[in-house]
Structures are given as C-alpha cells and as structure tokens.
C-alpha cells in the first residue's frame, strides 16, 4: 500500500511523529489505535502523498484499488458492510492536514447512507425517525461539501417543512415529512449537478475524498496558509472512519474524562456523560450530565475499561489527559484522546505531583518544561473569575492582572475615594509624575494614550499593579469617559484585565492571586537548572523595589534608573536651579544639593540588595522632562498671569524643547553638555557605597552609561567616572586613616559599562567594548531606532493595524524582533566579545521578562536578564526553560 | 650607515614613496636633491628607524660614528666647517615625521655658532650685528627647545635690552648690546643646566638630534596622534641641513615662485622676490617685493637655472609647482618645492591646458582626479573676494555661495524691499512654508535654529541660494538680532557665507561666480569616465527645479517628494479637509481634489525629464505637519478668540500630535491609516504619464514607498500602488479604444520599489527586496536612526561639541558614517540582490551630494546618486573619480 494506511498500521516510528504523512489528525488516530491500543473506530487515513500526487497530476491510479482494500478491511472488522440494506456500516470522512487549517473541507457524516441502508439502519436502531434525520442531514452535508450547493437550497426546504410541522425545533419534525424532505434534498442535488444523488457507497467515498483534497487550494485555505507562512505544498491527508452512535439506546451514552482535574491539579477521575446521547449533548449544556464518577454505577465494565484506559493515556503521555467517549450498545469507543488544558495552579501541582507518581516519574527537566508564562500569571496576579464578559474596549495589557473599582479621573479624587474606603480605578489619558499619589491609591489604571513604556504602564508594572494603557476608544472629558455608546461616569464601577487589555463595564467577579505551595519547588528547580547559565536581575529605582525584587528571587538590579531620583517634589526645584544656572558656580551649587539626597536614595537600594550587583544608568532622559510644561507656560504668558520664576522656566523650557525627544539630547550627550552631572551622581553612589562597605554591608557597584554612539564618546564619559570613583576612594582613605579605630577602607571594585541601545552601538560593538566592561542591551530603544517606531505614537495607534493585517507578526514591543533587531543583539555580543572575551552582557530592556525573548537572549549568549520585579518568576522559569531547550 | 642618509643617497624607491623611513620633510628634501638634482643646501635625514630604537633602548651606539661621517660629508660639500673659527658652516635641525604632527620640536636655526665661530660669521658676512644676532637666536632657541628653559627667562633680557636701547623694534638694538645678551643667555643656560652652554658643535647637534626625538613622546604630540589616530610606533626623523643667507649682501636674496598663474591657470612665471633678504621679509610684506620676471635683470643667470627648474619641476610632478629659493651670494639654492595650491578657476584651467602641454601630457583621468570639491564650488557660486574677514558668528554652512544685503527679519519686509530694489539677506529664528515668498526674494537666508535638513536649509539648497542655519548665537527678537555685543537692525548690511557658515557684520566685497569654459570639458570627462558605471540623479519636486536639474546634467530624478505639492495656499485647505473628514466619502471628495493639482505637478516633473528617469516617493511626513500650530491654538482657545473652524483644526492638531514624529506615524504608515491617499498619489502620476505618453514624450516612472520596515508592509503597499496602476491604465486603454484615430496607448512599464532608511529595512534587505525592484537609501534617516540623532535637535546644540572634542570624526549628515551606517548599507545592497540580483539601488539623502560619501556608494555598488540640483556637477566630478580610484 503506498498510500492508504489503517489507523492499526504497524508504522516504523510512532505515529505523532509522522504528521507529514498523516495529518495531525491521523496520527493522533494511528497512535491511540496501533501504540495506545485503545478501542478507537476503525478506519483508514489516505495520506498527504496522496493529496499532492492528486494535486500533481490527478486522482492517482492505484488509490482506487487501496480505498477497496481498506475498505474492506475496515468492514470485516465492523462485521458490518457500508451501504448494507439491512445493517449498514456508516463512515465519516474527514480532512486532516499537518496543521489545523480553517478553510479546509471539514466532516461528512453518516456517509454509507442511501435509499436502501436507511431502512437497515431504522431496523437496527428501531428508531426509522434517527434514520431519516440521518439520511437528511448526510444529503445537505455531501450536497454542500462535497457538491457545493449552497447551504440555503437545503435548508429553505426544511424551514418549509419546520412550517407545516407547525413547530421551530428540528427534532420535532415527523419522520413522514422527513421522508418528503430527504426526496426533495436528491430532487435539489438532480438540479444542480445534473445528476441524482449517488447511491453507491463506493462513489459517495469518492467524492467525498476528492472534495478534501480540492479545499487544500480553496480560497479561505490558501489565505490562512499566506498569513501563518504555512508551506504550499504540504497538501493535507483524509480520514474514513467507522461512525459509532452514543445516541443508539439506553445501553449507549457518550463523554469527556480528564485523567485528573484540570482546575486544582488534583489526582482523581473528572468529567461528565449522559446515557443515549451524542458528543454534542455534553458540551451543549441542554441536558444535566452526570459526573464520571456515576459511570462506575451504570456501566461498571465500561467504568473500569475507562479507568485502565486513563493510566495508560498518563503512562504514555506523562501527563494529564482530556479525552472524548462514546458507549455503543455497551462497547466503550474512544473517540479523541489528548493532553489537556489545566490552570496555573493546576498546572503547577501536577508538575510536582508526576514527578513523585510512579507511573510517570516526571523529570526535574520536564516538570518545568510544563510551566507556561500564562501559568504563572495566572497564580501570581487577580484573574476575572468569569470568562464570559462584555468587553467595551481593548488597550495594551501594560501590567498584568484583573482588577475592579469605581471610576476616578484625577489622582486626588483618587487618592480622596481611597481614603474612604472605596476600591478606585483611575482612568487618565495619560499619567505624568504627577499623578503618582492617584496611582498607587488606586487598584487598577486605565489610560487612553501611551504605550507599555509610557509612565503609567512603567509605573504600574513597578508595582505589580492591573493597567491597561493606549485604549484609544476610551475618550475622557470633563470627569467622564465615552467609549462608543457607552459612558462611564464618575464612582461608576469598571473592571479591567491587564494582561489582556480588556475594558469592561461594571464589577467582574475576580479570582484572588494564590500561589499554590509547589510554585516555590518549581521556582527552586529552575534556579538549579539555570544556575551558572543565566542570571534573572529586576529593574528597580528605590529601596522597596529592590527588596520586591529580592524577595521575588532577583539576583541583583540590572537597571536602576537614577532620573526618578530627580522627580521628588523636594528635588524638582534643585534639578530645575541646576538647569537655569546662569554660572558654572550657580550649577555646582545644585549639584550638590543633588548630590546629598541620591545619595541616600543610592543607600537605600545598596543597602537592599547587599551582596548582589546593582547597575545604576546614569541620568538618560533629555533635560526638558524636568521642566514645566512650555505650552500650558505660553497660555498663561498670553493671558498675562505669568510670574517673574516662570518667564525663567519658560526660556529654559524653549531652551531645550526637542522635536524629537527621544533622538535628542539625553543619556551621555547630556553629560557632554553638563559635564559636572554624571560625576555629581558617581560621587553619591560611591559614597553610599563606601559607607556602607564601613557598615560591614557588601555594595556591588557597577555604572552604566547610557546612549552611547562611540568608543570615543564612551571613553570620555568613562573617564569622568573614573574620575568621580578616584575621588570619592581617595577621600574615604584619607578619612579612614584619620579617624582612629576605624577600619582600613579597602577601595571597592566597580565595573563601568554601558547600555547598547542605538543602533551604531550595535554595529561598532568592538569599538566600544574596549571603554566596557559590561554591555546591557536596552532593547526597548534598539527596538524603536531599529524600526523608527516612536512607542508614544506609533504603538497606540498603529500597532493593531499592523499586527492584524500581519505586516508585522508580533509586536516588537513586546517579544524581541529577533529577525531584525535580534541581529543587532547579537552581532553586539559577538563583536563586544571580540574585543573583551570576558565582556558581561545583559538586557534591561522589557523584553528582560518575556520568555520568547529570554529563549533568543540565552541562545544569544547573554548572560543576565533584567526586568520589573513581578516578572521575575516568570523570567526564572523561562530562562530554565531556555537552558533545557539548548543542552 | 644603517640610520642616517643624505639628501643625495640613492634610494631604491622615489624618496617620496619612503615617508615611513624619511619623514615627511626628509623625503621632499631627498627627492629634490637625489632625483630632481635641484640645487637644495646639502644635509641629511636621521631615519625614523634612529627614533625607534631611541625610544625602545635609548640613543643607539653606531648613531655617533655615522652622524660624524655624514656631517662630514656634509662639510666636504659645502667647502666650510661647523664651527671654524674663520668661515664656519651653519646648519639647521629639524624634526620630520610621517605625517605633519603640531606640537613636535620644530626647528633649531644657526646650530654651530659658538664664542669663536660667531667672529668667522661677522668677518664672512662683514656684519657684526648679524652675526650676534644669529648667535643670540641660537642660544634662545636651543636653550628653550632643547635644554627646556621657559622662553621669558630670555624674552625678560632681551625685553630689558630694547629698554636699554629706548626702541620697541628687535633690529634696532645696537651690536654692543647683543654681546652684552648673548653673555646673559648663556648664564641663564648655566643656572638651569649646570652647565654651561655647549661650544662644541658636536654636543649642540647631539643635544639638538635627541630633544627631536624626546619631543615624539611630548605631552601634545601624543594627544595629537590620538585626535588624528596616528599610530604611536611611527617615531620621527630629524634633518640636518647646511644654512644658506639670502641677506648676506646685495648679491643675494630670496623669494617665492609658481610654475604658472595660480589664481587664473593662465601659463607663465609668477612670484615675488627682494634683494638682501630672508624668506620671513617676502611674506611678511614689511618690504615691497618686486615680481619674478625682474629677476631676469637682476640675476639673469639666476633666472635662467630657475625656469629651468620650473620647466624640470612641471615635468616632474606633472602639475604647477610653488617653490622657495635664496640666493647666497650669487648661488640659488631651492629651500622647498612642492605642488601648489590654486584657485577654482586655476585648478580647471590648469587641468585641461596641461592636457595639451607637451611635458606634461597628462592624461584625461589624471585631469579628473586634480579638481576638488572646493574648486567646483568656488567657481559655480560667489565668494568672499576678502579672506581676512571679522566672522562674529559661525552656523552650519547649509547652501554653498556668499550673499550680502541688508537684514530684514519677516518674509513679508524681505519680499517688500527686494521689490524696491534693495538686496536682502532674510534672518529668521526658522522657516517655514509660510515664509517661502521672503525666502525666494532674499539673497541669503540666516537661521538661528535647525540643522542641515531644516527647512530654510532643504530649499535653500534647492533654489542654490547661499544659507546658514543653526547659527546658535543668533538672539532674535523684536526684528533686531543680537550676536554678542552686536547688533543687527532692520536694514543693516550683512554678509553670510553658506559654504563655511560664516556671518560677517557689514558688506564683504564678493566675487561672482563664473565658471571657465574648461568646467564644460572636465564636466564631459568626468561624464565619459563614469558613463556605465554610477549614475547622478537630482532630487526635485517642481518642473522648474527638474529644469535646472537636467540643465546642471542630472540624469533623472532620484527624489521627487510629493509633500511639497501639498503645502501651496490653494492645497493645503484641501489637504485639512481630507484629515478632518469624518466619513470616507468626504475623505474621497478631499483626495479627488488633491489628485487634480498633484496630476499638474507630475505632468510639469515628467515633462521637463522625457526620456530621464523619475523616482517619486509617496507622501511620507506626518499628517500634523499639515495643521497649523496647536499650542498657538490653545492660546487662541485661552483668550477667547478661537473660530469653530480652528477649534476643529485643534482637535485634529491634538489627535494627531507626536511626541517623536521623526519615528511617528509617516511615510507608509500612512498609507495603513489612510489608505486611499497613496492610491490617488498613484492615479494622479499615472494620468500624467499617460498623457504625457499620449503627447509623444517619454515618461520614466519610478514608485518609491517611503519608511518601509517589513517585506509585509511593504507588499501591502505596493498592492495599493498596482492597484492604482492597474486603473488608470484601463481608463486609458479604453478611452484611447473609443477616441477614433487616438493611437493606441501602451501601457508604461513602472518600476514599484522602496526606500531604505530604517535600520531594520536594510537589516532585513533580502526579505524587503522580494517585493522592491529598487532601493533608495534614505542616508538622512538612516543616520538620525542608526545614531539616535534628530537632526533638529541634536545637529544645532551638540554636533560641535562631539566634533571639537573628538567623539565623532566627522558630522555623519555631512559625510556617511561608513564605520555604523556604512555597514547598514552595505548590508542592504548585498542582501537586497541576494533576493533580486538585478535590483537597481541609489542613495537620495544628502550624502548623494558629498564626494567622500560619494566614494563609499560606489564601491559598495550602488547604481546612482540623486542630490540637490546645483550639487549635481559635484557629484558628476566625484562618481569620476571613484570610478578612477577603483579600478
């Protein structure tokens, strides 16, 4: 047989392995039947060989002769004949490509069927109203599909009937109108193709397997296989399959059973059936099921058959399994077996629950394989405990996790409802500084403009807290928000999803966040697995992130930005003197008055993560941030309500106004332009260092220099750092001898470094590793020089265009272009180390928690990954799972 | 002799090929004594391979023995002896590297006077106070360049001595007060050195040889060498050369020649000379010199040997040579001979006469490589005739040519006084579109803000009218401009050059541009050289600039942005309509008017370059570039006094504002958010085309979609653009099918392809050019992307400081950044014709202009370059001779 094989073939290798030929539908059949030994339906899958020689150069000669034999096979294990008057044999013929494909021809039931197999199949089942229903549905069925006449010839025939039955239930149509129905379904088929409907069971299987070879270049097929780069030529294969009837009698019934519960992860038999019914029935809720359990009463041998069956699917499968029965007059049939789908929690305890189960004896390696992202997201952070909610708007998921409160739409009336009591979701079109007092009283955010690095969502991911950003529907004005129709007013309740974006209006019941006990085993196994492999760090600016941080397993700070030191409202105005500084003296003035409050921010975090490295990038963000807004300064100059301070604030303010920000005057080129700064900011974080080295603390240091563009550049920044640490050392020693009892102070070791994040950095990466010890790739930059893409603007608005029309796969944003910019990462590393074998890499871009983007880092051969605190379990779990991926 | 060889040795190679070995200066000197057999003072070079091994293990030993036999040598020649106490001979040493290197010991004069010589020298030359002079210089300048005494330990003496003398002139110190000086050197030598000054001529050479070679390893010479990145192990050659005195008597003398006329090419002898003179008194212009020719009554042997030299030192070097003689007492001797420098007009003059002089025959491509940049510029626009000119403030030289008029500071006062006649240099803060009347009407433009693409810079440059941009000194307000103290009223004269970024207060004398009838021929060898291999484009939007274009020889247009043809008082209602429509439809009534007057712009382009290639790009900046100014809006709205229509406007303003517009929604991104607007872009160039067709021209069209980032996007752009073509090609056919007697219409072959200047594009070339039959590399973009440079903000306030300190070689938008983006290119045209080995590629940013650019597209295999119209002869000379320098 070259082309056709039954699902009992004693194939060389096993079946799920041999998707090309089979399809993935009939791999999954061949392996329950001939490896599982499981009492699947008999039946045959022609192979995809078969489609493309089809496809090639006609219906092969030799397929007629196999579909004989394999027919015929099929039929002697039945002991039942296809198209039988008296006990007919009846088949399914379905496609089964390598890939599930919408826009492939689907199913024909019930095929065998005709004028004379229908009375056999009415004797069978005394029940001639389930055979003509049968025979009626098979002519639509075959009609449509396989004739391609349209659905409505045939169903405007049954309303008809429907009408003279004087009822709208299609079971309550008598099997005398069905008789008048299945006469004028062939009368329809005669219009249309010329010819009467076929009789013979031989051309009825004909046809149908050629309509599923024909829908492999369908319109609908070909497109989908366009858009998710689906090779043309795989061509797909179709199962023939006997049909078993759950709905047969009271001795029948039909049901799902999962091997153990998919919700809490529990050993135990789950599931539901119901007696004399078909698959449908149990999904469609229409009648009550009972519980698996109940089986054991009704249909004892089968309960126990089915039992057998469960620890064989967990023994072959080694995990837990979701499967669809059917009973027919008493026999058990399998109709579909596969690994199910589970919770996070349940997820979680299975992993560690089959490494223990001697059946399964899970590996350390393959428990964590098991963990997903969403797993984990689903344990660590409020989920709506109800999937079916009406979602008024979609924005990005910034920060995940559910979240439910009243609507606010300034930070004080936030922080004021708080106060009161009152669970508050804050809904902006976009936060500033500002607005942080509101955020951090409220359970959620929800913005309408920005991106995922936009404050709000870098704000709320710092937390740990629900947002939603960029909901461009959601329009606010005047302390109300319009979405469409909609209009969420002030107090009204709103419910939000951050790891989907969805909006909703109203209280959705949430799921509280409960780690179940085996995520800490999981987390600890992948910390052995990753060890000395790739180091998980967290971006954190103060004290308390960097304990957040700590205690979510973090292995030390990869970025610590020092420009939210700058923010505080007690330091605002000492950042802004220092920028107006009309003399160099005016400018030190400030400095130090900076110097002395980062330094005790510096203290904080050092302190926090004693032992473990922090990388601190010096001030990156163009000076104008740090400056009132010029506009809303202009309206007042216009309206003449100016003050003396702010006409100074608004020269500076057009002073340094950019047109494009973030192509500007930021990261190193500002400390071209201020050259005290980057020293000031080394001195504070060395003295808060070296204080508390004094304390017996263990501070590891390492500066990043941020926006670098040349080795030349970067070396001049160094020097001012070397400069500043030099200093600082030296200052300590002499005080240290000085002050009798104190301890000699050993001079601390800090590495300088930089971020790679434009472009040229990248691509001169062995220039500029020999001013670097270290490189951290800030893709978030990278990402949006390498494409041009401003987040602010281009990831609201244009972003979901792009990825539904698939002008761009993913959103670069959110998992690393590894075809573009990964080339840049990599071509960094590899030049970086060209220079310096012993270069450290890292990434602090957001990419640092997205395990995608992890895989390609690890393979990359970075050697950290940083990112916000609550992503660092997830990070954990997928660098592990990066490393088991690549041996 | 293994490390010192004199002038006359008989190298190998031409001792200009030995620069490693011999310096700089050494090889100049051996290759006009050795092979040119001038008569040059006879000495020798001590090699850079003495300083090396100097400087690894300290003076050599076999140094002495053969410094004693070449000063021997040295003394046969010269019939004298240094140090006689009768007749002693003089020498000079001088430091000579490789590369001309400030910061190098520089020279030491007189070297073998001591307390006896200095009588032969006063008796030789019958001149005391000579003599004494001589032998007080000598002791000052050794005593600071190589015993390291701070200069005002003499200065202070010599100071008291001119007291003395009641003068405030060096020559008018009596003789009896040198003596006394030259005792005072010499004891102030002795306190510093304890010791006293060295007699012996051997010790002052030695001491004079080694201070050369410690000066390699000297504070600012190496600072030096890392500027310049020139390698440290190069070391330096010293020079030892006999002195000659062409102020010894009456029948001797100095001066300066050139083999013919370097400001006018013209043949025949020019220079200046004086009698009893040294070289100092003929550039000094203390004494007025007589010319060259006169020497023919003087020294008529003299002046025969040097026409003979001209004559031999032309055929040498093939080109017109600048030289330096003295004669000493009736002997000439050539100090130095070198090629010369010349003016723009001298430069092609000289090239194509020395075509035909026989002993120079030089040949066309040797003629090609001799002309500059600089030479076609001077000759294709006016210059400051004046060279010493009081520059008070520097901008970006963005428009190449000098300009005078009187200052007015509104296009409207600008456009006013150019129609009373007065010439007019228009100051602005920036330009816009609205000011382009002014603009047009002025001489000169002068911002104080925007960099090389801004606007006043991009039209400037179009129009080839002299601009500088940027000029940050510049304080605007109140129709006057304060730089400084200075001001600039209303009226007042001032002067810009566009080519240095010079502004000058008052009226600089100019001289016109003329260009020679020779720039024609080397034009046509440069186009025969080129012809096959690199293409010159132009980039321009109106047929009137398209004129120019092809007038300045442009062989298409590269770049013709279709944006401007949005901006025109009639447009730009219409373009507002389209933004603000609410409905498709009233977008489609928007675009139908649109398509009207883009169709008469094209039909003008396509006309004016029948039978020439036209590259036009779609729209490609952003949407709110089309609104008027939101924040002067907000103010209107503030005070009150804002329409309806313009509270319309700002709500379109604010929805469309970017935080980043460089990396905003632009170019293609466009198109996916409206996308009927490249469809009527298309439609309207394709009806002009066609109708062009019909009229018996020839219109080449080329499509570019601007700002592509995926092989995706771009294919769903270049659907729309099929689309489009598709159209309006039936509309013709079937209206050409129902004219009778209307010939039949073919349908144009239009090449669909994309620019290229994202980093991204060019990262994933070999995807992108699968739906682009060419490549444009926007080297604009590129570059603000690949360095994370706005222009606009980073080109003004930063640029200089990253040049003078070093950081960048050079400002990438002048010249490509071949290192970073120079990868990207390359990466773009090697992958993009991996996929498509026929793909045609160009470069339209600025650099298409720049001659080094120029190169690098060359060699990395670029088919064209596309510039502004009036740097097109530019670009046509440089294409030439990458040709020639890539063999």
């Excluded at 098991?370 to 405990?385: G, K, N, S, W, Y």
Aim: hydrophobic share 40%; proline share 5%; aromatic share 6%.
């Amino acid at each position: 047989m070259a082309f056709v094989y039954s699902f009992d073939h004693k194939h060389k290798r096993p079946p799920m392995e041999m998707k090309d030929l089979l399809g993935g539908k009939g791999a999954n059949l061949a392996e329950m039947t001939s490896v599982l030994q499981l009492p699947v339906p008999p039946g045959f899958t022609i192979s995809t060989d078969a489609c493309r020689e089809y496809i090639d150069s006609g219906w092969p000669k030799v397929l007629d002769a196999e579909i004989e034999k394999a027919r015929r096979q099929l039929e002697d294990k039945m002991g039942k004949t296809i198209g039988d008057p008296n006990d007919p044999l009846l088949v399914s013929v379905r496609s089964g490509a390598k890939f599930s494909m919408p826009g492939m021809m689907d199913t024909v039931l019930n095929l065998g069927l005709n004028d004379k197999s229908v009375h056999g199949l009415a004797n069978q089942t005394h029940d001639e109203r389930f055979a003509y229903d049968s025979y009626r549905r098979f002519i639509s069925m075959y009609g449509r599909i396989v004739l391609e006449i349209p659905e409505e010839e045939f169903s405007s025939l049954f309303d008809a009937a429907k009408d003279l039955a004087d009822t709208k239930n299609d079971s309550e149509v008598p099997v005398e109108l069905l008789k008048y129905i299945v006469d004028a379904y062939k009368k329809v088929v005669k219009t249309h193709t010329k010819k009467a409907f076929p009789q013979d069971p031989s051309d009825q299987l004909r046809g149908a397997i050629e309509a599923v070879f024909r829908s492999w270049n369908g319109a609908r097929a070909i497109a989908y296989r366009n858009k998710e780069k689906i090779p043309h030529d795989l061509g797909t294969a179709v199962n023939v399959q006997a049909m078993v009837f759950g709905n047969r009698d009271n001795n029948s019934g039909t049901g799902v059973g999962f091997t153990r519960d998919p919700a809490s992860g529990n050993s135990g038999v789950y599931g539901d059936f119901l007696v004399n019914a078909q698959g449908e029935d149990v999904v469609a809720g229409i009648r009550n099921t009972e519980p698996l359990s109940a089986l054991n009463k009704k249909f004892p041998k089968v309960y126990k058959e089915l039992m057998d069956i469960f620890h064989r699917l967990e023994t072959h499968y080694k995990d837990m399994c979701d499967t669809e029965f059917t009973i027919d007059q008493g026999k058990l049939w399998m109709l579909q077996t596969r690994v199910g789908k589970r919770t996070g929690t349940a997820a979680l305890r299975m992993a560690i629950n089959m490494m223990k189960d001697s059946h399964i004896k899970l590996s350390k390696q393959e428990a964590i394989m098991r963990i997903t992202e969403d797993h984990l997201e689903q344990v660590l952070h409020p989920q709506f405990a109800v999937k079916n909610v009406k979602v008024v708007a979609v924005g990005l998921g910034a920060s995940p996790g559910a979240a439910v409160g009243h609507a606010y739409f300034t930070a004080d009336d936030a922080a004021a409802q708080k106060e009161r009591g009152k669970r508050v979701i804050l809904i902006r079109t976009e936060t500033s500084p500002e607005d942080v007092h509101g955020m951090l009283a409220a359970e959620g955010i929800l913005t309408s403009r920005g991106g995922l690095v936009s404050h709000a969502a870098v704000v709320a991911r710092g937390w740990g807290k629900p947002a939603v950003v960029g909901a461009e529907a959601v329009k606010i004005q005047n302390k109300q928000a319009k979405i469409g129709d909609h209009v969420i007013k002030e107090g009204d309740l709103v419910s939000i999803d951050g790891t989907t974006g969805s909006v909703v209006l109203g209280e959705v019941p949430l799921s509280e966040a409960e780690p179940p006990e085996e995520l800490k085993t999981i987390l600890k196994h992948a910390d052995e697995i990753r060890k000395g492999k790739m180091k998980v760090r967290a971006n954190a600016d103060t004290g308390a992130d960097a304990r957040t941080a700590r205690n979510l397993g973090a292995e030390g700070i990869g970025l610590c930005r020092t420009e939210h030191m700058f923010l505080g409202d007690d330091r605002l105005p000492v950042v802004r003197a220092m920028i107006l500084a009309d003399s160099p003296k005016d400018e030190e003035v400030a400095l130090n008055e900076l110097k002395k409050v980062q330094k005790l921010d510096f203290y904080e975090i050092l302190k926090e993560m004693s032992g473990l490295p922090v990388t601190v990038r010096l001030l990156d963000p163009p000076l104008h941030e740090f400056l009132p807004d010029v506009n809303e300064l202009k309206i007042k100059k216009a309206l003449g309500t100016i003050t003396a301070e702010e006409e100074k604030l608004l020269a500076a303010g057009e002073q340094w106004k950019e047109f494009n920000p973030m192509l500007g005057t930021r990261g190193v080129r500002l400390g071209v332009i201020k050259p005290g700064l980057y020293g000031m900011q080394v001195e504070a974080l060395m003295e808060a260092a070296m204080d508390l080295a004094n304390e017996g603390k263990e501070p590891i240091v390492e500066i990043m220099i941020p926006l670098t563009v040349s080795r030349e550049e970067l070396g001049l920044a160094k020097s001012w750092v070397q400069a500043a640490i030099d200093k600082v050392q030296k200052s300590y020693k002499a005080k240290s001898k000085s002050t009798a009892g104190s301890k000699a102070q050993k001079p601390l070791k800090v590495m300088i470094g930089t971020m790679i994040e434009t472009p040229r950095a990248a691509l001169l990466a062995d220039q500029i590793s020999e001013n670097a010890e270290f490189f951290s790739f800030g893709t978030n930059d990278l990402t949006q020089m390498t494409f041009g893409f401003s987040r602010d603007d281009v990831e609201g608005r244009m972003m979901n265009a792009y990825l539904e029309q698939g002008l761009l796969k993913r959103n670069p944003f959110d998992t690393l272009d590894t075809a573009g910019v990964g080339q840049l990462v990599k071509m960094g590393v590899d030049k970086g180390r060209k220079n310096r074998p012993d270069l450290k890499t890292g990434v602090c871009g957001e990419h640092g928690g997205d395990p995608e983007s992890i895989h390609f880092f690890y393979k990359t051969g970075l050697d950290y990954v940083s990112c916000s605190p609550y992503r660092v379990p997830v990070a954990r779990l997928a660098a592990a799972q990066s490393v088991l991926s690549n041996p």
